[in-house]
């Protein structure tokens, strides 16, 4: 079975940073599979809809969703199976769960979700 894990999140004031990691295992990541998969971190504020944040692919393109351009940024460490999502001058409007997920790329969403972390932006 495939397994991610999301760490980071918390309580932070506006303007502040967090870093969200996402651990990945499982048969489909053995040996050097991970580097291939898409990854894409999204989130779920109260009553709204998942939208994507940031997505990698395996050749480590990046996509961002226009509200959070130069403020976020997405990366990857194939040797550790991990993504992250580095975000900067966090804004209350950043808060939701944000979750990750294996397998985006140009088709859409992947087929595997972690359990959500939550991310607050209040003073």
């Known amino acids: 079975q495939v397994q991610l894990v999301e760490s980071g999140g918390g309580l932070v004031q506006p303007g502040g940073s967090l870093r969200l990691s996402c651990a990945a295992s499982g048969s489909i990541f053995t040996g050097s599979m991970f580097s291939f998969y898409g990854m894409g971190w999204y989130r779920q504020a109260p009553g709204k809809q998942r939208e994507l944040v940031a997505g990698i692919r395996g050749g480590g393109i990046t996509k961002y969703v226009d509200s959070v351009k130069g403020r976020f940024t997405i990366s990857r460490d194939n040797a550790k199976n991990t993504v992250y999502l580095q975000m900067n001058s966090l804004k209350p409007e950043d808060t939701a769960v944000y979750y990750c997920?294996?397998?985006?790329?140009?088709?859409?969403?992947?087929?595997?979700w972690g359990q959500g972390t939550q991310v607050t932006v209040s003073s």
């Open positions: 997920n294996a397998g985006w790329g140009p088709s859409g969403v992947g087929n595997y």
